[in-house]
T-cell receptor, first 113, second 111 residues
Framework: NAGVMQNPRHLVRRRGQEARLRCSPMKGHSHVYWYRQLPEEGLKFMVYLQKENIIDESGMPKERFSAEFPKEGPSILRIQQVVRGDSAAYFC???????????FGQGTRLTVV | GQQLNQSPQSMFIQEGEDVSMNCTSSSIFNTWLWYKQDPGEGPVLLIALYKAGELTSNGRLTAQFGITRKDSFLNISASIPSDVGIYFCAGTPRGAQKLVFGQGTRLTINP
């Protein structure tokens, strides 16, 4: 049973471009969380999704950021018109049920140049 | 109210010593989880706790879900070099569905 798969592991974008980060949850998991981590800091909650539904997006900036978890395929975190301040590690986690243990992927390290 | 305060922020210990860290909140949590993160990697789940008062062990690691449901601790016994890393507590606040994290405890071990 493969773990949570995130790709790409590293992503470099120029200011103003779009970044698309993918997360395939563990098999049988229908709950996905996205977190952002700056160097030497903790994990900041961004958004919590179940299949086809956004449950809690209270940690996600209102502009330029969006997330989806379609019926088929991976969850996508999309950042439009990236700025230098978007540079960070973005982690995805999945769980089988709400409020239970969540398992993390290896993360995507976004660098905006 | 849903913030987690994790302490200490960092620890410098000798190999073989025991370690203790904790997380507290002003609000009630339904779930407590403890993770370890190595540089450049994603957090790895160590222990999950679901009931108030629950005490769970995983090898040299022991964690407890506080009886008030507002705190949890993690103990590591007889530390070894591979225990070095950042430890995070996490939990699901009552009435919410998201998983929130503490600020982390950075563990350094002197050989």
């Amino acid at each position: 049973n493969a773990g949570v798969m995130q790709n790409p592991r590293h992503l470099v974008r120029r200011r103003g471009q779009e970044a698309r980060l993918r997360c395939s949850p563990m098999k049988g998991h229908s709950h996905v969380y996205w977190y952002r981590q700056l160097p030497e800091e903790g994990l900041k909650f961004m958004v919590y999704l179940q299949k086809e539904n956004i449950i809690d997006e209270s940690g996600m900036p209102k502009e330029r950021f969006s997330a989806e978890f379609p019926k088929e395929g991976p969850s996508i975190l999309r950042i439009q018109q990236v700025v230098r301040g978007d540079s960070a590690a973005y982690f995805c986690a999945s769980s089988p049920f709400e409020g239970t243990e969540a398992f993390f992927g290896q993360g995507t390290r976004l660098t905006v140049v | 109210g849903q913030q987690l305060n994790q302490s200490p922020q960092s620890m410098f210990i000798q190999e073989g010593e025991d370690v203790s860290m904790n997380c507290t909140s002003s609000s009630i949590f339904n779930t407590w989880l403890w993770y370890k993160q190595d540089p450049g990697e994603g957090p790895v789940l160590l222990i999950a706790l679901y009931k108030a008062g629950e005490l769970t062990s995983n090898g040299r690691l022991t964690a407890q879900f506080g009886i008030t449901r507002k705190d949890s601790f993690l103990n590591i016994s007889a530390s070894i070099p591979s225990d070095v890393g950042i430890y995070f507590c996490a939990g699901t606040p009552r009435g919410a569905q998201k998983l929130v994290f503490g600020q982390g405890t950075r563990l350094t071990i002197n050989p």
